[in-house]
């Protein structure tokens, strides 16, 4: 990246019923692109490959075998794409933390002292970067990478 604008895209979309429609692109994910231009980073953003649900209910969070003081999200299936290698997730598994962020039961985190969905601290890292993952699989605590 040489310091000049590196572009402008906007679309027009023609439908019945719509006119002067326009969209925003976050800074964070402007920022997110140039950082990893400059660092050879692939532009994609990653994805945990899972479905989830959230776990409000306390005799579901019992019935998984959580602790009292244990929060995390359910993951309901494992979706991989053609090519994705297999992955140590499971269905049934409780996701506790993504790196540093514990889960809470709706699928938020604690970033910069505010409650963020999980998606967005998931976009911090860039395909290929190790995170550990915490686990509840059948009542054990497990990490992975």
């Not at 991989?80 to 962020?101: F, I, R």
């Amino acid at each position: 990246v040489t310091g000049r604008l590196a572009g402008v895209a906007h679309q027009k979309l023609v439908a019945l019923g719509v006119e002067n429609q326009g969209h925003a692109v976050p800074p964070c994910l402007i920022w997110r692109f140039l950082y990893g231009a400059t660092h050879a980073r692939l532009p994609q953003m990653p994805s945990l490959g899972v479905y989830l649900q959230t776990l409000e209910s306390a005799a579901h969070r019992e019935a998984l075998r959580l602790e009292r003081h244990e929060t995390g999200i359910l993951i309901k299936e494992v979706n991989l794409g053609p090519g994705d290698s297999a992955s140590e997730l499971k269905p049934g598994d409780v996701l506790l933390q993504v790196g540093p962020y514990e889960v809470d039961n709706f699928s938020a985190v604690r970033f910069l002292g505010h409650r963020v969905p999980l998606s967005a601290v998931n976009d911090l890292w860039y395909i290929g970067d190790p995170v550990k993952l915490q686990v509840r699989r059948d009542g054990n605590t497990y990490e992975q990478d």
